[in-house]
């Protein structure tokens, strides 16, 4: 088993930057992908980014491309997420997730094998 573990969310202007962190413990593999989704209030759950651990391969959602950078710190078990230029519309809960098919980090997440507990993301106008 896999447990997943978020920080780094809070309050910010547009505009502003935002580091989200997750750790993972238990259980740990090589051949996990990890990676982050988002769901807004109203609204489904979306695929943001998601980075392999034994390749380093990362992919983004197009509305984060250029903004949001995913990295990982092998050592510590632990992905981050560093958000730029952050815009109202980025207002949602973050979720880290783990799977051993990367090919699940896309659309709603539904066969994501473990997931945090989710992070709040808040940008003001």
């Known amino acids: 088993q896999v447990q997943l573990v978020e920080s780094g969310g809070g309050l910010v202007q547009a505009g502003g930057s935002l580091r989200l962190s997750c750790t993972a413990s238990?259980?740990?593999?090589?051949?996990?992908?990890t990676g982050w989704f988002r769901q807004a209030p109203g609204k489904e759950r979306e695929f943001v980014a998601v980075?392999?651990?034994?390749?380093?391969?990362?992919r983004y959602s197009d509305s984060v491309k250029g903004r949001f950078t995913i990295s990982r710190d092998n050592a510590k078990n632990t992905v981050y997420l560093q958000m730029n230029s952050l815009k109202p519309e980025d207002t949602a809960v973050y979720y880290c997730?783990?799977?051993?098919?990367?090919?699940?980090?896309?659309?709603?997440?539904?066969?994501?094998?473990?997931w945090g507990q989710g992070t709040q993301v808040t940008v003001s106008s």
């Open positions: 997730a783990a799977d051993t098919a990367v090919f699940a980090f896309s659309g709603w997440g539904t066969n994501i094998d473990y």
């Open positions: 238990g259980r740990t593999f090589r051949s996990y992908a």
């Open positions: 980075i392999t651990w034994s390749v380093g391969i990362t």
